[in-house]
Every structure is written in structure tokens, then in C-alpha cells.
């Protein structure tokens, strides 16, 4: 199973970004394309001072991403599983 099937499964949840530049976004996943480029909706964006910035929406270049944050609730055993050929 490829990376973006399994944020395909999780859209329309909270997931925290940090991007290559040490900002850090969070909000809620609501598509995301095979060249791993996320589109948030109701976003905080804290930068590397920390003040916090809220955008309605935002698109994140996939070869900035750092890291993707997921939420603490989510079962990975069932997002990563593989389904029998």
C-alpha cells in the first residue's frame, strides 16, 4: 500500500505538519495528491517564533514536508494492513 492510500483514509481529521523550515501547520486533511501535496482546511500556522496564524485553507508542497504528526486515537495497525492478493 502506497504512503498517500493511507492519508487518503484518514481526510476530514486534524493532522500537524512540519515543514522543512521548522513551521509547524495544523489542520484538517482534505485531499492529499500521489505527489504527497496536502490541502488543509481551518489551519493554524505557528512559525518558528511562535505566534500562531489561522488560515482557512492551505496547500503544502510535498517535498517541504518534515514530518506529518497523526492523531493520537488512530489505530495504524488497521490504516497499514494489507488486504490478502
Known amino acids: 500500500m502506497k504512503l498517500n492510500e493511507v492519508f487518503k483514509k484518514i481526510k476530514n481529521e486534524i493532522i500537524t505538519v512540519e515543514l522543512k523550515t521548522g513551521i509547524i501547520i495544523q489542520g484538517i486533511l482534505i485531499e492529499i495528491d500521489k505527489s504527497m501535496n ?48
Open 38 to 85: 496536502l490541502f488543509l482546511k481551518s489551519c493554524k500556522r505557528i512559525s518558528k517564533k511562535g505566534k500562531p496564524v489561522f488560515v482557512s485553507e492551505i496547500a503544502i508542497r510535498g517535498s517541504s514536508i518534515r514530518y506529518i504528526i497523526l492523531p493520537i486515537w488512530l489505530n495504524i495497525e488497521t490504516l497499514l494492513s494489507f488486504e490478502a492478493l
